[in-house]
């Protein structure tokens, strides 16, 4: 996947076909609504160097936002609820498909099979927006390994979290740094 285009295309592939398993999958959310921060920064549309790739992120109700992304891959749009908080310094955005868009998938019995999901990213403002995904494959090895203990399910396929908001939120605060569990984006996106 070329890394300038990944941060997008993993956010809308994991979400909508659920298969890709670079990102990782949650039932609960990261945070409840005490739980969440408003940062202004993050309002606008970022692109990607070639401008191809956008991700337009919109003030919701209270403390939420709107994010809608749109990748020169794919032929529609998609929305997503987003939720942020600070975590062992570092800000880690909630991402979970909006269920009142339309978040089309090219088949409807596919998409019946589907469990909307949440995904992790950290985000960092340097030099512009990195929005960094939640690694599938380190996640995977520190169960493997025992290193890692969360409630989860093993799929053939990935690991789904199953843990509650505060066993979450106790277990990213703890990776605010950690440049395997979440690798950072090469590129920053730029406001448009």
Known sequence: ??????????????VAAALVTSCVHSLQPLY???DLVFEPRLLGTWTDGDGEDAWTFERGSGDTY??????????????FE?????????????????RNASNKMPNGLLAMHL???HM????????GLHIDPFSQDWLKAGIAAGRIKIAHVETPDEILLTAGSKELQAFL??????????????KPLRKR
């Open 1 to 14: 996947m070329n890394k300038k285009r990944g941060v997008g295309t993993c956010l809308l592939v994991c």
């Open 32 to 34: 409840e609504d005490k």
């Open 66 to 79: 709107f994010l809608t992304c749109r990748t020169s891959e794919d032929l529609e749009a998609a929305r």
């Open 82 to 98: 987003g939720r942020l908080g600070k975590l062992g310094g570092a800000y880690f955005l909630d991402l979970f498909p909006d």
């Open 115 to 117: 469990v909307p999901a």
């Open 120 to 127: 992790f990213w950290r985000v960092r403002f340097e030099g």
């Open 173 to 186: 605060a703890g990776l605010a740094a950690d440049l395997e569990a979440f690798p950072p984006s090469d």
